[in-house]
């Protein structure tokens, strides 16, 4: 559909050459870059930036029409496509800007409530001229001057120590300082599922089962042992299983956490010693119902607790329950229906001081879009900054998150409630 014929998509002044120029150079570098990945992202994140070159900023209805092959009676009240790819691009551009080198300062971005590409001003350079000649100075003068000269060097002695950057701003918070300024061990936790297999007479395995009581072969063990009848029936397959949430929570720490230059080991939840809980600074990831034996550690002095589904969490202090939209089974979750609608799921963010003296940190939720979310705030320096003005993050503190979320993408978070945890 051509710009001149399209009646959804305004038309404006194109940009000026030096600011075309400028988004041309960034498309182009973010396309040789590979970030975008799946081809109805690429399509769209072209068709944006032709139309942004044009001056235009084409609307939803538009962006289904012409990108997503949709009709006229596309209902973007009902269906959330374009929302849901809006986000996902803004996600990819902000991963290729804070991994990428970008010496020339230029980032394209996506304002709210608009659809087009616009490059950000460059940073500004600070020149300080060279002192004109001028008539001796009295003493009044230089003393004045020397104030001056003072401050602008204390400023800029300032701004050298400050953090540069929106991640180093983020390894600066006391969320995430107390483990990087440590020497003990780092172990980022997933919370993985073990899978049992139910055999047959003939001791071949009919089917895979998830029993919340089992997370490890000694849990097994034990099991069997309270349950002698399943002796003959259950037996340990090898098997584990992983939220995809956990894939995208840990891009997000790792980030955080991998420079430091210490070693850092992934461990699943049913193969870690309970001694590492007190000997390693110790991130937890992963849904709530696969915490394992680091549940009643950490729920044990929380104002939350969880329900015996793992879909609910309940603030004791509120008295108010909230139960993940997205059901119950987490061995099969509900399909696309064609109507992407939203739903509200829940993240829940701790970090206390383990029993050694160590710190534990803990992102999780009751489903994916809740880990996925809470992962995404607490390493956001925004974010971040906003929490610190409400409690104070150095101390032990826990936090909860409503989560909008479409078709398994989480949209944006809502703060329900955060507080500092009694050290007692």
Known sequence: MSAEHDPFTPFTAGPPADDADAL??????????GVLGEARLRRMFDYLAERSL????????????????KGQ????????????YIHKLRKALDEYYSSSGNPRGAELHIPRGEYRLKVSAKAPVVVIPAAAQRPRPTRARITAASIVAAVLVAVFVVWLSAPRSDLERVRASPVWSAILKDDRPIII?????????ETDDSMGVNRLIREYAVNSKSDLDHYVQEHPELADRYMDVGLRYLPIST?????DVMVVLAPQNRRITVS???????SRFKSADIVYIGYLSGMGMLQDLIFAGSRFSVGDSYDEVFDKRTRVSYVSEIGSDIMDPPQPTGKEKTYHDYGVFEKIRGPGGNTIVVISGTRDAGVTQTAEVFTSAQKLKDLEQKSDVRLPIEALLEVSAVNGVNLNGKLLAQSNR???
């Open 24 to 33: 041309r150079s960034e498309v182009s570098r973010v396309q040789a870059s």
């Open 54 to 69: 044009e001056g235009q900023s084409p609307k939803e209805i538009a962006i289904a029409i012409d990108v997503f092959g």
């Open 73 to 84: 009676d596309f209902d973007v009240s009902q269906d959330a496509l374009v929302r849901v």
């Open 189 to 197: 936790v997933v919370g993985d599922y073990y899978l049992i297999g």
């Open 247 to 251: 894939a995208f929570a840990l891009r």
């Open 268 to 274: 699943k939840m049913s193969d870690i010693e309970p």
């Open 422 to 424: 009694d050290v007692k």
